[in-house]
């Protein structure tokens, strides 16, 4: 997406792969694929954001998560979050921060009947 207030980067992805879920029972191979299509879109939307700029490689960070779904069904919060586990990875990959262990999240925020499914990633770094 865009740049935000303050220090953030926004990062805006497709919702993540059914397969990612930590409730998925399918074969690890599958899932393997899905992980890496999911960190190489977010390494390709954080270079697409950085627009040719350094990337920031902060020491420590927090991230929000930021759902949008097509429906009205209740998701599980936690479980949304670890589907996006990969998508954080490829951002480290991107070197938006320094190493993903010093990322800090915060609790998901999750909007129904949305007509963009879709989840925003924002990362802002700790002083």
Known sequence: MTKS???ALVFC???PDP?????SRGHWAVKAKAVKAARTAAKIEAIRVLDGNEPPRW???IFK???FFPDNREKDP???AASCKAYIDG???ARIVGNDKNLWPERPVIFY???MPRVEIEIEPIC
């Open 5 to 7: 207030r303050f220090n």
């Open 13 to 15: 992805l497709p919702l």
């Open 19 to 23: 397969r990612l879920s930590p409730n």
């Open 59 to 61: 020491q420590r960070a």
């Open 65 to 67: 998560l930021i759902f």
């Open 78 to 80: 936690d479980n949304c």
């Open 91 to 93: 951002l480290a990959d």
């Open 113 to 115: 009947r949305s007509k």
